[in-house]
């Protein structure tokens, strides 16, 4: 059974940082993408960053410029630096790995959720 865990959330006050960090384990054949997603309570999910096997990266928009994804796909780990944190940051942020779970079935696995709070 495929699992992801973040770490690394937490309460921030504004302009300051966070580093939040998912790992993967269970069986898995190819990761094609990881990245992470936030929701706040009342929102629809949207994109922070994702980054795929290749390196190549996707920025929402509200975040270009601020944070920084990275990836260990051999060590299935996930990272991401949050700087220049602002109240508009805070919701819950959702690990995501798209990855095939045999040669020909891919799909999509969530992780828990932490929680980022920007308040001062």
């Known amino acids: 059974q495929v699992q992801l865990v973040e770490s690394g959330g937490g309460l921030v006050q504004p302009g300051g940082s966070l580093r939040l960090s998912c790992v993967a384990s269970?069986?898995?054949?190819?990761?094609?993408?990881m990245g992470w997603y936030r929701q706040d309570p009342g929102k629809e999910r949207e994109l922070v960053a994702t980054i795929n096997a290749g390196g190549g990266i996707n920025y929402g928009d509200s975040v270009k410029g601020r944070f920084t994804i990275s990836k260990t796909l051999a060590e299935r780990t996930v990272n991401l630096q949050m700087n220049s944190l602002e109240p508009e940051d805070t919701a819950v942020y959702y690990c995501?790995?798209?990855?095939?779970?045999?040669?020909?079935?891919?799909?999509?696995?969530w992780g828990q959720g932490t929680q980022v709070i920007v308040s001062s």
């Open positions: 269970g069986e898995i054949f190819r990761i094609i993408a």
């Open positions: 995501n790995m798209r990855a095939y779970e045999s040669m020909l079935k891919w799909d999509d696995y």
